[in-house]
């Protein structure tokens, strides 16, 4: 079946620094990339719809410039969290569509990101 | 946006019991899907259930769908410890691949061996 997979699958750290999480599909072409935040406790909320060769487009409230999203090809969008702050502590899981799967999408094992 | 809420927010109950969450919804649909969740970890795909049918089965859950009152039940039979997670429903207003599906806001489920 369809695979995303997601790494980091952790990461911390420190204030001021950026990080970047990678989902790759495995044996599709995902041309639409969902993203998503969850907050601990809470439900999955998007952040943003890549699609591939265009620009992101972004949920209400979610920065562009800190959350820079590049869907560079049909296996591969990046979510690079900018000048990250202990408020941007999350878990951040992609999504993608495939259409051959009976309900069409896929999601990554999700990134545990920690800022101190 | 979220589309809906999910009732209870939290349930604990004994194994062996059933355990029963419903979900809401605010618009018009084309599929509803459950997902399992535990704690820190991905998304499981649980059963999809489409929005001309009214019920669907898959081993010991049982979903319900009433589009009239844009609400959707998961049942869960004969529960296990290991059915400890959080469950969410979700819905797919429109599949073009292009919509992403709405999460509720998830019900918290403990089974007590």
């Known amino acids: 079946g369809a695979v995303v997979s997601q790494h980091p ?13 990678e989902c790759r599909s495995l044996d599709f072409q995902a041309t639409t990339m969902f993203w998503y935040r969850q907050f601990p406790k809470q439900s ?57 799967v009976n309900y069409g999408y896929t999601f990554g094992s999700g990134t545990r990101l920690t800022v101190v | 946006s979220q589309q809906g809420e999910e009732d209870p927010q939290a349930l604990s109950i004994q194994e062996g019991e059933n355990a029963t969450m419903n979900c809401s919804y605010k618009t018009s649909i084309n599929n509803l899907q459950w997902y399992r969740q535990n ?8 059963i999809l259930i489409r929005s001309n049918e009214r019920e669907k089965h898959s081993g010991r859950l049982r979903v319900t769908l009433d589009t009239s009152k844009k609400s959707s039940s998961l049942l869960i039979t004969a529960s296990r410890a290991a059915d400890t997670a959080s469950y969410f429903c979700a819905t797919d207003m429109k599949y073009s691949g292009n919509t992403p ?7 918290r489920l403990s089974v007590i061996a």
């Open chain 2, 101 to 107: 599906l709405v999460f509720g806001k998830g019900t």
């Open chain 2, 39 to 46: 704690s820190g970890r991905g998304l499981v795909h649980l």
């Open chain 1, 44 to 100: 999955l909320m998007l952040m943003a719809t890549s699609n591939e060769g265009s620009k992101a487009t972004y949920e209400q409230g979610v920065e562009k410039d800190k959350f820079l999203i590049n869907h560079a090809s049909l296996t591969l969008s990046t979510l690079t969290v900018t000048s990250a702050h202990p408020e941007d502590s999350s878990f951040y899981i992609c999504s993608a569509s495939e259409d051959r």
């Open chain 1, 9 to 21: 699958s952790w990461v911390i750290c420190k204030s001021g620094t950026s990080v970047k999480i």
